[in-house]
């Protein structure tokens, strides 16, 4: 079992940045993707990033490509979200999930472990 721990989230302005860490403790394995969802008040989650921990490939939402990117540190076994030109509409309980599948199936996030969540909002 895999368990996760988010960091990070805070109240910024819009246009502002933040970087969300997800730590991963117990059994990761190389061929897991590591990803980011979010949940914004009344709505479904939603995918936002996702990384493969042994081949680095990535995959984001189109509401986030070229202001949010996803790295990871395999020696850590944390994986992080850096958020840039954030926006109102970015406000959310932004979640970590650790999947024992590829990158495009884990973003359905349908499978695997799940972080409790922390709080990005952005004011106008």
């Known amino acids: 079992q895999v368990q996760l721990v988010e960091s990070g989230g805070g109240l910024v302005q819009a246009g502002g940045s933040l970087r969300l860490s997800c730590a991963a403790s117990g059994r990761t394995f190389s061929s897991y993707s590591m990803g980011w969802f979010r949940q914004a008040p009344g709505k479904e989650r939603e995918f936002v990033a996702v990384?493969?921990?042994?081949?680095?490939?990535?995959l984001y939402a189109d509401s986030v490509k070229g202001r949010f990117t996803i790295s990871k540190d395999n020696a850590k076994n944390t994986v992080y979200l850096q958020m840039n030109s954030l926006k109102p509409e970015d406000t959310a309980v932004y979640s970590c999930?650790?999947?024992?599948?590829?990158?495009?199936?884990?973003?359905?996030?349908?499978?695997?472990?799940w972080g409790q969540g922390t709080q990005v909002t952005v004011s106008s």
């Open positions: 990384i493969s921990r042994r081949y680095g490939t990535t």
């Open positions: 999930n650790a999947a024992p599948v590829g990158v495009v199936v884990a973003t359905k996030g349908d499978f695997g472990s």
